[in-house]
C-alpha cells in the first residue's frame, strides 16, 4: 500500500500493559496476536537489545494479518556502543539474524541514535553508504556475518524495497548542514 498511513505500538510485551491495552485473560503468548488485530504495525523493540533468532521473526510473520509491517529498531551495539564505527561485521550479523524472514512484513529498521552522538558528516556518510537499498542487497551483506551469529539465515524468495528511517536526538543535526 504506497503512502498508508499505519498507527502501531512500540513492542508488545510489557507487564504494565496487562489488562490495560490487553485484556486481563489474555495470555502474554497471545499478545502479538491480540495486538496485531487491533493496530497495523508494531515496532520491534528486542531487536534492539540483543539479535533475534529467525524462528522468532518466522513466529511473528506468522501471527499477524497478510498486510501487518513490522518496524526492526536497529541494535544498540551498532548505533550506542559501536556509535556507527567498525560496524561493518555486526551489520552483517543483524541483517542474518532472521530478518528477512519477516518477507512482506519487513517495514523500516528504526536506527535510534543516542543523544550524546553528535552531527558527524562523514561518519554519517559513511554508515548511511553501508546500509541496502532492498532484500537482495541485505542478503549479500549477512553473508558476511560472523561466527558470534549461530543461527543465520538470509534467503530471499522476492527481493523487496528496504526502508531505514532516522532517529537522531542531538541538537547538532539541527544546522543548515546536517
Do not use: C
Amino acid at each position: 500500500m504506497p503512502g498508508a498511513i499505519r498507527i502501531g505500538i512500540s513492542g508488545w510485551t510489557y507487564p504494565p500493559w496487562r489488562g490495560k491495552l490487553f485484556p486481563k485473560a489474555l495470555r502474554q503468548k497471545d499478545e502479538l496476536i491480540y495486538a496485531a488485530q487491533q493496530f497495523r504495525s508494531i515496532e520491534v523493540n528486542g531487536t534492539f537489545y540483543g539479535l533475534q533468532r529467525p524462528a522468532s521473526f518466522e513466529k511473528w510473520r506468522d501471527s499477524t494479518p497478510d498486510d501487518f509491517i513490522f518496524s526492526i529498531k536497529a541494535p544498540r551495539f551498532i548505533t550506542h556502543i559501536r556509535r556507527l564505527r567498525d560496524v561493518e561485521t555486526p551489520l552483517a550479523n543483524f541483517m542474518a539474524s532472521g530478518l528477512l524472514k519477516l518477507e512482506s512484513k519487513l517495514g523500516p529498521l528504526l536506527w535510534q541514535f543516542p543523544p550524546s552522538l553528535k552531527y558527524d558528516h562523514k561518519l554519517f556518510q559513511d554508515f548511511l553508504a553501508l546500509l541496502p537499498h532492498d532484500t537482495q542487497g541485505a542478503a549479500q551483506l549477512a553473508r558476511h556475518h560472523d561466527a558470534q551469529l549461530r543461527l543465520a539465515w538470509f534467503d530471499v524468495k522476492q527481493s523487496r524495497p528496504m526502508r531505514h528511517a532516522v532517529e537522531i536526538r542531538h541538537e547538532s543535526f539541527a544546522t543548515k548542514n546536517s
